[in-house]
Every structure is written in structure tokens, then in C-alpha cells.
């Protein structure tokens, strides 16, 4: 049974990366289609990503820490593009920044057009993906003992330092876990992409709209897409690991206040 | 530098109020758990929201509620050791201590023999190792308060001693006033020279440890400094009154009461004698040598004996025995409806 779930989940990959001779292969990642498709999802990816990770820390550690009224329903909103279908989202996101969308008007005035732009795959990068990183993020600040933190501040520490120089170096594994589990949503992102950036080359079409793009028209290349985004997936997921392994065995969570002292001075 | 505070913290089911001033030197406050020791040591630190009040150190006002001062902790200049001392995973003994300095001082550590640990975490350490780095830590702040809560509960029975020593010796040199929260009349004594017993909200009475344990104000604190108390109902009789005890059993005390009462006798002024020969009898539970006594747990109280003393009685576990206590060791206080448990 556990032999026939393996061969069933290794199956299609073994099939995608045996397809076709490793030169091939390697020429496939060299296409033209291929580099720029790899250039518009590193940018696009790093930009969502620093944003991400820039406006998500704080907005996490204050949330984790914070109580207020409507607290549940600020966590379920920043949950609910997680069960968001992705081509949902990308209709949402057009019909909100689309030019005849809700901020089509306000846009028009100031000169911007972030439908089917880089902006809108970034715009469509963050929907899909911050959500993973916050949800995250939040479980990680909230596992921070908050002692450490008062403390912290009766160390003369304001509230910046407070957070950077303590909680998020305390919550370091369980952030860069969650950081790698976002991004590797993003790099993979497709249906909201396509619906609200559209898929031009050079531009908007990323990693996955490649391939999608090239299914019809060259599979060998499509193939070789699809196995570099494989194996940039599967180094994402073992960072992930490796980073959630290095938090769950951190010493904050292992003595839960630092209480399990013991020996002498 | 004097220390002037009057706070009130809401707690669950009563009022914390506490007033006092601190100079050089170190108070104890000492209470049941759920007194609000925890909660007064932040109101001092600014870490407590709700707290109302006045606090002032010297010339600086760091708190006035009616004046809306409210200074941040990290504008307080407080040395604070919560009870697992917090010290920084991610840092190493000496990083955490620059963590409040901002500069490295090898003098702290030093001076808290430290130095040979700078390079290792928190994690590696033994937890005098840690108290010690957590106070080289708050000393490195220059604060000029020093709180220290339940210094020793993470501390196992042998360090406990150890530790305990250290400190009495340490604190008297650093010239703070320094307030410390415990449970533990024991450690109160070892480190204060002044001890307040906190109660259902208030310091209920405010002494040397001499003077609380000759003569405690309330039954909780005879409680806390290792007094045996019983419930009962007294009636007058001559010389004094007689107490019948709850569950059987009577005491004569040489003090005037009448009414529900809970009597205090410490356990050094209990002797036994046969079950016959007196009016209050138990059962022993076990009999031990600790620190040169030995101790006799009875169902109802505890009682020490210099070693070698037993009346010619068979203290064993099951024996039956009669107690005697001297009617002037039989203390009275007003029956309370509480146990302190709060």
C-alpha cells in the first residue's frame, strides 16, 4: 500500500524529468522563452517576496500580540484567500484594480494602468501567496514567550528593537518556514496571474504561465519548464523543513519559559 | 535614591493596594500565590496595564494616573528578574548583557563570575548560572530599582541554598533599592531586612522577620513563617480561654478570645506525651531527621524536636500520641473565611 502511494506521487515526476534526454533538457532552460519567463519570475517574485516579508513582520507581531475587538474576523480575513480558488482571485483582483474595475477611476486619474502589468503579477504574487506567510508568521510571534519581551523593554529597548532584536530573531525558524512555504506559492502562482496580468512574454508571463503557454505549441520545452520549477520547488521545501526543524527544537519551545533549569551554580 | 509607590491593581476577586517606600536596601514581600506579587513587581517595571497610582524614584515621576504620567518600561530604568529570568535564547551570556548595556561589560561579568561562560546560551547553563547572568544583565541597564521575583523557584533544593547565599551577600553591595516578591518566608528572611506579608490585596503587617515570626498580626502570616494553625471555637476559662478544636480535641492558650478561632503554635513548641494524658491526640504520619531536628508530620501539625528528644515515646508512622503545648505558645487569632488561597 505505502509502496503503491509513493510510485503514485513519483510517477509524474519521474516521468516529467525522464521525458526527455538531459541535453535536451538543458537546452530547454536556455530558450528564449525559457530566460525571460525565468527573469519576470524572479523579479516579480522578489519584489512580492521583500513586500511581503517588509509589511507582513509587522503586521504579524502586532496582530499576534494584540487584542482587540474583531480580532477573529482581521485572522479569518487574512486566512480567506488561502481557500481562495486562485482564477477567484484573479477575477477579484481585476474587477477591484482592473480599468473597469473599483479603482479603475482613481487609477485612470493618476495615470496608472495595473492591469496585465508586472505591477499586477506582483498584485496577484501577494493575494495568493502573503496569506501563507502571515498565517505563519503570527503562530510564530504568538509561540514568543512574552516575558522575553517585557523584559526586553525594561532592558531600555523600545518597541522597533524590541521586535527585532528579540522577538523576531526568537521566531527566526518559525518565520523563515513560513516565508519558504509562501514563496514557493509564488513561484508557482498561475491561475490568478493569468486572469489579472494576462501572459505576455518578457512581461507578465512568469514560470507556470510558460509552460501552460507552451504546452500546445513545444512540449519539450514546456517539460523542461516544468522540471526547473520542480527542482526550485523541492530545494524551497527542504529549506522549509530544515528551518521548521531548527524552530520546533529551539530552546523556547523546548523549555517552555526557560523553567526546566536544573543543576548547579 | 527613595522609591515612592501607591498602586492599585484590579485583580479577579479583590482589590490590590499597596503602598511603600523603598531606600537602599531590600524589602520582601511575601504572600500566597495569586496575592498579586507578580502583577505589583510590572506595575513597578510599567509593564502592567490597569495598574492606578503614583510611583516616583528620587525627583523622577515615573507614574501618576491622575496627572496621566505613565512612563514606558524602557524609559524607567529598572533592573526587573522575572521568575524563569527571560534570559534571550538567541543571544550568548555576554550578548545579552550587552543587550542592555549596548557595549560589551566584562566588568559585569566579571564581578558575577560569569566571565568564563560569555560565549555559551542561555540554554547550556545551570540556573544559578542563569540568575547570575540575568543579574549581570539587569545590572548592566544602571538601573536604579532593582525587582526580583521569586528569585529562586527555578531553582532546584541544593542550588536553592547555594544561590540564596550569593545573593545575600551580592545584593548589600549594589546600593539599589531592591523589592523581592516570594512565597517563601525563608527566602524574605535570608535577603531582607525588612519583610511585608501580603494579603487579599494588602501588606497586612510590615517587619523584621524577628518581629513576624514572634508575633504575626494575622494567621497567615504565622501561616507563612512555618506555624501550625487549626480551626476551632473558643470559650473562656481560667487563665486564658480553652479552644476546642475542629475535628476533636481541645487547647488551652493563655490569650482572652471566645468565638470561631484559628490558633497558631509553631512546631518547635509542640511535646508529645501519652495519648491518655492529654486533651489533644493525632497520629504520627512520619517522623525524619532534617537540619538537626527531627521533624514529626502528625495528621493535624508538624512538629520539631531537638534530635534525640522524644519524650520516650515510639515516634513511628501509625503511633498514636497525646501533644502538649504551653498555653503562652498557643496563639489566637479571629477565625478568617479565607485560607489565604486567593
Redo the contacts between chains.
Keep these: 500500500m505505502l509502496a503503491l502511494v509513493i510510485a503514485f506521487l513519483i510517477l509524474p515526476l519521474a516521468a516529467l524529468i525522464s521525458y526527455q534526454p538531459v541535453r535536451e533538457l538543458l537546452h530547454g532552460f536556455g530558450t528564449r522563452v525559457a530566460t525571460d519567463a525565468i527573469l519576470v519570475s524572479l523579479k516579480c517574485n522578489g519584489i512580492a517576496f521583500a513586500l511581503m516579508v517588509g509589511l507582513g513582520t509587522p503586521f504579524a507581531y502586532v496582530l499576534a500580540r494584540a487584542r482587540f475587538r474583531g480580532r477573529s474576523v482581521v485572522l479569518t480575513l487574512v486566512e480567506l484567500p488561502l481557500v481562495m480558488p486562485p482564477a477567484v482571485a484573479g477575477l477579484a483582483l481585476l474587477v477591484a484594480f482592473g480599468r473597469f474595475g473599483l479603482l479603475g477611476g482613481a487609477e485612470r486619474a493618476l495615470g496608472i494602468d495595473l492591469a496585465f502589468t508586472q505591477a499586477a503579477v506582483i498584485l496577484a504574487i501577494l493575494f495568493v501567496a502573503s496569506p501563507f506567510y502571515l498565517r505563519g508568521a503570527i503562530a510564530a510571534f504568538s509561540a514568543v514567550?512574552l516575558?522575553?519581551v517585557?523584559?526586553?523593554?525594561?532592558?531600555?529597548?523600545?518597541p522597533l528593537r524590541r521586535m527585532l532584536?528579540?522577538a523576531v530573531?526568537?521566531a527566526?525558524g518559525g518565520l523563515g518556514a513560513a516565508a519558504a512555504v509562501a514563496f514557493a506559492r509564488g513561484l508557482g502562482e498561475f491561475g490568478a496571474t493569468i486572469l489579472f496580468a494576462g501572459s505576455f512574454q518578457g512581461t507578465t508571463q512568469t514560470l507556470p504561465l510558460a509552460v501552460y503557454s507552451l504546452f500546445d505549441a513545444n512540449l519539450d520545452q514546456a517539460i523542461a519548464i516544468g522540471v526547473l520549477l520542480i527542482i526550485v520547488s523541492a530545494a524551497i521545501l527542504l529549506t522549509a523543513k530544515l528551518l521548521a526543524r531548527s524552530w520546533n527544537s529551539?530552546?523556547?519551545s523546548?523549555?517552555p519559559?526557560?523553567?526546566s533549569?536544573?543543576?548547579?551554580? | 535614591m527613595e522609591l515612592v509607590a501607591d498602586i492599585t491593581l484590579p485583580r479577579r476577586s479583590f482589590e490590590l493596594r499597596v503602598r511603600l517606600t523603598l531606600e537602599t536596601g531590600t524589602v520582601a514581600l511575601v504572600g500566597p500565590s495569586g496575592a498579586g506579587k507578580t502583577s505589583l513587581l510590572r506595575a513597578l517595571a510599567g509593564l502592567e496595564r490597569g495598574s492606578r497610582g503614583r510611583i516616583t524614584l528620587g525627583d523622577e515621576l515615573w507614574m501618576d494616573t491622575e496627572g496621566r504620567t505613565d512612563l514606558p518600561p524602557e524609559h524607567r530604568r529598572v533592573g526587573y528578574l522575572p521568575q524563569d529570568y527571560a534570559l534571550f535564547p538567541h543571544l550568548s551570556v555576554a550578548g545579552n548583557v550587552r543587550f542592555a548595556a549596548r557595549r560589551d561589560r566584562p566588568d559585569l561579568l566579571e564581578r558575577l563570575r560569569i566571565a568564563h561562560l560569555a560565549s555559551e546560551r542561555p540554554q547550556e547553563l545551570s540556573g544559578g548560572e542563569r540568575q547570575r547572568v540575568a543579574l549581570a544583565r539587569a545590572l548592566a541597564r544602571e538601573p536604579r530599582l532593582l525587582l526580583l521575583d521569586e528569585p529562586f523557584a527555578a531553582l532546584d533544593a541544593i542550588t536553592r541554598d547555594h544561590v540564596r547565599s550569593e545573593l545575600a551577600n551580592l545584593l548589600p553591595t549594589l546600593g539599589l533599592p531592591t523589592l523581592l516578591v516570594t512565597h517563601a518566608f525563608e527566602d524574605a528572611s535570608a535577603l531582607a531586612g525588612r519583610i511585608g506579608v501580603l494579603d487579599r490585596g494588602q501588606v497586612v503587617q510590615l517587619g523584621s522577620a524577628a518581629e513576624l515570626l514572634e508575633s504575626p498580626a494575622t494567621q497567615l502570616v504565622a501561616q507563612l513563617t512555618g506555624a501550625n494553625t487549626l480551626a476551632g471555637i473558643a470559650e473562656p476559662a481560667p487563665g486564658g480561654s480553652l479552644v476546642r478544636l475542629d475535628g476533636g480535641g481541645a487547647l488551652r492558650t493563655s490569650e482572652h478570645a471566645s468565638g470561631k478561632v484559628d490558633v497558631a503554635i509553631d512546631p518547635w513548641a509542640v511535646t508529645f506525651t501519652e495519648p491518655n494524658a492529654s486533651e489533644l491526640t493525632d497520629t504520627v504520619v512520619s517522623a525524619s531527621p532534617e537540619r538537626g531536628s527531627l521533624v514529626v508530620r502528625l495528621t493535624r501539625m508538624t512538629a520539631k524536636l531537638p534530635l534525640g528528644v522524644n519524650g520516650g515515646l515510639p515516634l513511628v508512622a501509625g503511633a498514636a500520641v497525646g501533644l502538649r503545648v504551653a498555653p503562652e505558645d498557643v496563639r489566637v487569632f479571629a477565625a478568617q473565611a479565607h485560607t489565604g488561597d486567593a
Design positions: 514567550d516575558t522575553l517585557d523584559v526586553a523593554a525594561t532592558l531600555g529597548a523600545g532584536s528579540v530573531p526568537v527566526a529551539s530552546p523556547t523546548r523549555f519559559g526557560g523553567r533549569s536544573f543543576a548547579s551554580g
